[in-house]
Nanobody, 125 residues
Framework: QVQLVESGGGLVQAGGSLRLSCVVSGRTFTFSNYAMGWFRQAPGKEREFVAA????????STVDSVKGRFTISRDNAKNTAYLQMNSLKPEDTAVYYC????????????????WGQGTQVTVSS
């Protein structure tokens, strides 16, 4: 069974920073064989792509609204993906989810194979 566990969310003032982590475990799961993605969902809105990273971390993709503020990374030795979020804005408030995909990074949420439970990020103005 594969588990993705997000952490690092919380309440922060606008302009602040948070770093989200996503630890993946599973007896037969090889982390370095999976691309990782971060998505978010605000109340009343659809799930939105935030960032994705390739198997080895050499290729990344971010949505335009967070470019220059958010950075995705991974540590394959620790089975962990990260989302560094700087210069946070109230509109970044959402539940953030990490996801794993065997076939490589994608911006489409339903192309991912495994999902975490999410972590709440709230940015106050």
């Amino acid at each position: 069974q594969v588990q993705l566990v997000e952490s690092g969310g919380g309440l922060v003032q606008a302009g602040g920073s948070l770093r989200l982590s996503c630890v993946v475990s599973g007896r037969t799961f090889t982390f370095s064989n999976y691309a990782m993605g971060w998505f978010r969902q605000a109340p009343g809105k659809e799930r939105e792509f935030v960032a994705a990273i390739s198997f080895g971390g050499g290729v990344t993709s971010t949505v335009d609204s967070v470019k220059g503020r958010f950075t995705i990374s991974r540590d394959n030795a620790k089975n962990t993906a990260y989302l560094q979020m700087n210069s946070l804005k109230p509109e970044d408030t959402a539940v953030y989810y990490c996801a794993a995909r065997r076939k490589g990074p994608s911006r489409t949420w339903d192309e991912y194979d495994y999902w975490g439970q999410g972590t709440q990020v709230t940015v106050s103005s």
